[in-house]
C-alpha cells in the first residue's frame, strides 16, 4: 500500500509539448479578444482602427 502511493506521487515534468500548446492558443486568444474589442470600440467611435495603428496616434495622443 505505501509503495503505491510513492509510486503515485512522482514529480511531473511542468513543461510539456500539450502545457506549451495550451499556453499559445491562450496567447492568440487574448490577442484576439483585445484586437477585436478595440476594433469594436473604434468602430462605435467612428473611427479607423487600422490608420490610427499604423500612423501611431491611437490611444488617445494626438500631440
Given at each position: 500500500m505505501q509503495d503505491q502511493i510513492i509510486e503515485d506521487e512522482k514529480p511531473r515534468r511542468f513543461i510539456t509539448v500539450k502545457s506549451i500548446t495550451f499556453f499559445i492558443l491562450a496567447s492568440l486568444v487574448c490577442f484576439a479578444y483585445y484586437f477585436f474589442i478595440n476594433w469594436g470600440l473604434m468602430?462605435?467611435?467612428?473611427?479607423?482602427?487600422?490608420?490610427?495603428?499604423?500612423?501611431?496616434e491611437g490611444g488617445g495622443g494626438g500631440h
Open positions: 468602430k462605435v467611435q467612428g473611427l479607423d482602427f487600422f490608420y490610427l495603428w499604423s500612423s501611431g
